[in-house]
């Protein structure tokens, strides 16, 4: 499956911005799918995922409460609603996906979006 992530851009702190990650390829309800994100200089960090058939999510404590990720399988896409931004959002975010049981380690992804940079400003 080919992944390809979309919808960053800069935002003050408080805003808000909706990522998109269109999958092609192959059915997008046989992936669980993931959101991850790297800044500049740190590791990548998971942010959120949700299994295939979007009846189960999970979240990172940093953003739990402001962000919800979300999939439409119809579509082919999965998203990341961020509410609430922070400076320490900033990042770029990657999408992913799983063949095997969804979770927040980032070594059990198969495929990989080319991410997309999330720039909060203060």
């Known amino acids: 499956v080919q992944l390809q992530a979309s919808g960053g851009g800069s935002v003050q702190a408080g805003g808000s911005l909706r990522l998109s990650c269109a999958a092609s390829?192959?059915?997008?309800?046989?992936?669980?799918m993931g959101w991850f994100r790297q800044a500049p200089g740190n590791e990548r960090e998971f942010v959120a995922l949700?299994?295939?058939?979007?009846?189960?999510?999970t979240y990172a404590d940093s953003v739990k409460g402001r962000f919800t990720i979300s999939r439409d399988n119809n579509k082919c896409t999965v998203y990341l609603q961020m509410n609430s931004l922070k400076p320490e959002d900033t990042a770029v975010y990657y999408c992913?996906?799983?063949?095997?049981?969804?979770?927040?380690?980032?070594?059990?992804?198969?495929?990989w979006g080319q991410g997309t940079l999330v720039t909060v400003s203060s």
């Open positions: 992913a996906a799983t063949r095997s049981i969804t979770g927040s380690d980032s070594r059990t992804y198969d495929y």
């Open positions: 949700i299994s295939r058939a979007g009846s189960s999510t």
């Open positions: 390829g192959r059915p997008l309800s046989n992936y669980g």
